[in-house]
Nanobody, 118 residues
Framework: VQLVESGGGLVQAGASLRLSCAAS????????MAWFRQAPGKEREFVAG????????DYLDSVKGRFTISRDNAKNTVYLQMNSLKPEDAAVYYC????????????WGQGTLVTVSS
């Protein structure tokens, strides 16, 4: 399984970013997918998840109402639209298939860095 994240960057607080994750090597549409993040000195945490057909989503409380996860099964891609970014959202963001409600299934990709200036 290969996971390639992109779309990160340096933005000011209040700005938006859209992350993308292209997955290959597995039947993409058969699995729930999720975004995780890891800030310096902190453990990696679940951010948002989506079920196989996009009909159900789950969010970390601190991002509810600001972040939206979506997927395009025809493109084997999952997205994370991040609005109203805060400095505390700064982290390396990773995508992964879901092994459980908020657990990652596969090895991690390289991630994409999001930096938010105040």
């Amino acid at each position: 399984v290969q996971l390639v994240e992109s779309g990160g960057g340096l933005v000011q607080a209040g700005a938006s970013l859209r992350l993308s994750c292209a997955a290959s090597g597995r039947a993409f549409s058969s699995y729930g997918m999720a975004w995780f993040r890891q800030a310096p000195g902190k453990e990696r945490e679940f951010v948002a998840g989506i079920n196989w057909d996009g009909g159900s989503t789950d969010y970390l409380d601190s991002v509810k109402g600001r972040f939206t996860i979506s997927r395009d099964n025809a493109k084997n891609t999952v997205y994370l639209q991040m609005n109203s970014l805060k400095p505390e959202d700064a982290a390396v963001y990773y995508c992964n298939a879901l092994a459980g409600p908020r657990d990652a299934l596969d090895a991690w990709g390289q991630g994409t860095l999001v930096t938010v200036s105040s």
